[in-house]
């Protein structure tokens, strides 16, 4: 098991408030608990994204692709998250969409998504993964565009401008239930 701290200076590139990052001091933005517990071949993590708005935006995850192949169910055990997903192909955005997510409530990153994880309320939000432990994640065309399509800010979603097209950001619900079966994660 290991633990991993995210910081203000890690999340700088993909932050929208460019001014704020550069005179804040930094600061723990969320913590990732990676090999809680294995399955067959899929690992579980946590993370812990504390409540600090940075600057104008809600505290959030650098947020990640997996290879195409890849898909992550993710679930609130704590708080309340708002998930930001979209499947982008170089400078172009295909589709983007956004779900909020209670306590006990879940989540699919489906195959070809990149994701990221919003603490939009007061309080401490938790969240439990389980994803292939071989699973790599990809920051590149994040850290690219300056962040996702959309930012979540105090007032609201904004536009990110880096990328060249942007579709209407449009919300989706959360799971019915929880799988009790996970196989459908294994590449088996």
Not at 64 to 69: A, G, L
Not at 75 to 101: P, T
Not at 145 to 174: A, C, D, I, M, V
């Amino acid at each position: 098991m290991t633990i991993e701290n995210r910081f203000v200076k890690d999340l700088k590139p993909i932050l929208f408030d460019q001014n704020w990052v550069k005179t804040v001091p930094d600061f723990k933005v969320y913590s990732v608990e990676r090999g809680i517990k294995f399955k067959d071949s899929l690992r579980y993590d946590e993370t812990v994204i504390y409540p600090r708005l940075l600057g104008q935006e809600f505290p959030k995850t650098k947020g990640h692709e997996h290879p195409k192949e890849y898909r992550e169910l993710i679930k609130v055990l704590k708080g309340e998250a708002v998930f930001l997903l979209q499947n982008d192909q170089k400078d172009k955005i295909e589709d983007i969409y956004f779900i909020k997510v209670k306590r006990g409530q879940a989540i699919i990153s489906p195959t070809g998504y990149s994701h990221t994880t919003i603490n939009a309320s007061k309080k401490d939000l938790k969240i439990g993964t389980w994803i292939e432990d071989v699973s790599p994640s990809d920051y590149g065309n994040i850290e690219k565009h300056h962040g996702f399509g959309y930012y979540l800010t105090s007032s609201g979603w904004q536009k990110n401008k880096k990328y060249k097209t942007l579709p209407k950001l449009r919300e989706e619900k959360p799971l019915q239930s929880y799988p009790k079966d996970l196989n459908f994660l294994n590449l088996k």
